[in-house]
């Protein structure tokens, strides 16, 4: 009985074939999409996926394409915050159509798939072992997903990441080299520690970080219609990227959210501003890596 450290690279199961086959179809996929932009942390809890929601919907109102892929398969948070709960994944010969929010974006999640308050099981094939398959089950089914929509054209993918600070340089190889990332930090000792693994663990890949976003930076009191501290003192641990901007949390974007509305429902949002100070930066940043790219080929 060979040991884990005898096994010579797949051990003769031919699953690297497998791999490389499937993330053939992936490229595919994803040629009509310019820019894959992947929204991360490390660290959960941080408003991540209400960001990245946001962020597409400023690069919507900006004249471009835009589509998210919700890459948390066990914590779906896309679906209610599209309102596509209740969306059919059509299929067609060029790959299943996406559902779209009423503005246009086009939203893929589990949550789609997997009404609340069902999770998905990942069969093992021994009791116990099921943390052995996951990863495996897991990334082939994102790859699937990759492969299988019909994405078109698009100005912008949006990938919102689970948290982990692993699960980001295993997101890095699988969206590829080109693919660039934006970090959502808050005004936290904590969370910014876990942020800031997050950087190293980029800084080991070829990808590029555009920068990270302060989010719930203050609170605003729609009583006295000021922004007020949120955290009690300000953060000690210092971030080796550039800031993209802050935004502040609103009691009111939260309650939209949770009701599936449309950010054109509210527009006076107070984050809508900042957010859309954010996404021109992005923007700007996203032309920049195009053109440089451009000259070194």
Not at 2 to 21: F, M
Not at 87 to 116: D, F, H, K, N, W
Not at 228 to 233: D, E, F
Not at 270 to 280: H, K, L, N, T
């Amino acid at each position: 009985m060979k040991g884990y450290y005898d096994v010579v690279e797949d051990g003769g199961s031919a699953v690297l074939e497998q791999v490389e086959a499937q993330q053939e179809r992936v490229d595919q996929g994803l040629a009509g999409v310019r820019n894959v932009l992947a929204v991360g942390s490390g660290k959960g809890g941080v408003g991540k996926s209400t960001m990245t929601m946001q962020l597409a919907c400023a690069l919507r109102e900006r004249g471009n394409s835009v589509s998210i892929l919700d890459a948390d398969l066990n914590g779906p948070s896309q679906a209610r915050l599209g309102a596509v709960q209740d969306g059919i994944l059509v299929p067609s010969e060029s790959g299943a159509q996406v559902p779209t929010t009423r503005s246009g974006i086009g939203v893929v999640s589990m949550g789609t798939l997997y009404p609340e308050p069902r999770a998905i099981e990942f069969a093992s094939v021994a009791s116990g072992s099921s943390h052995t398959w996951r990863a495996t089950r897991e990334f082939t089914v994102l790859r699937e997903l990759l492969a299988g929509m019909s994405w078109g054209t698009l100005d912008y993918l949006l990938v919102d990441l689970p948290p982990g600070v692993e699960r980001i340089v295993q997101f890095a190889e699988l969206l590829g080299e080109t693919a660039l990332f934006v970090l959502i930090a808050i005004p936290s000792d904590l969370a910014r520690g876990i942020v800031a693994r997050s950087i190293d663990a980029l800084e080991r890949t070829p990808n590029r970080t555009l920068g990270y976003i302060e989010n719930m930076d203050g609170y605003y009191c729609s009583d006295c219609e000021t922004v007020k501290p949120l955290y009690p003192a300000q953060s000690q641990v210092k971030l080796d990227l550039p800031c993209l901007g802050s935004v502040p949390f609103d009691p009111e974007l939260a309650a939209l959210c949770d009701r599936g509305g449309s950010l054109e429902d509210a527009p006076r949002l107070v984050s809508r501003e900042p957010v859309g100070q954010i996404a021109d930066e992005i923007c700007r940043l996203v032309s920049e890596c195009s053109a440089f790219a451009k000259e070194r080929a």
